[in-house]
């Protein structure tokens, strides 16, 4: 993942602008996907996710990131409402 950053001050905050760029984790799904990485014994690889968008989601959600059960369930219906399925290997339903 790259990330471009940049600040400047505004008023008397210093605001920092974060850009990233998904796309190499992206292609990481999709090869995975292709070669049908998502068996591994009893458990499914169901996605790939960077772990700035996790922060993300927990901060949108109010929970602290250590929460697992609460992440958990986040990563949950983020990773089934559709609006993440690039960043899934398995397709199935849990």
Do not use: C
Not at 31 to 57: I, N
Not at 80 to 94: H, P
């Amino acid at each position: 993942m790259k990330v471009h950053e940049s600040a400047k001050l505004e008023g008397e905050k210093l605001v920092v602008h974060q850009k990233h760029d998904w796309n190499p984790i992206l292609d990481k799904a999709k090869q995975l996907r292709e070669a049908g990485a998502t068996d591994f014994g009893e458990s499914k690889l169901v996605g790939v996710l960077p772990m700035k968008l996790l922060h993300e989601w927990a901060k949108e959600a109010g929970v602290d990131f250590s929460d697992t059960h609460a992440m958990q369930e986040i990563i949950r219906k983020k990773m089934l409402s559709g609006d993440f399925d690039k960043f899934r290997v398995w397709e199935g339903t849990y």
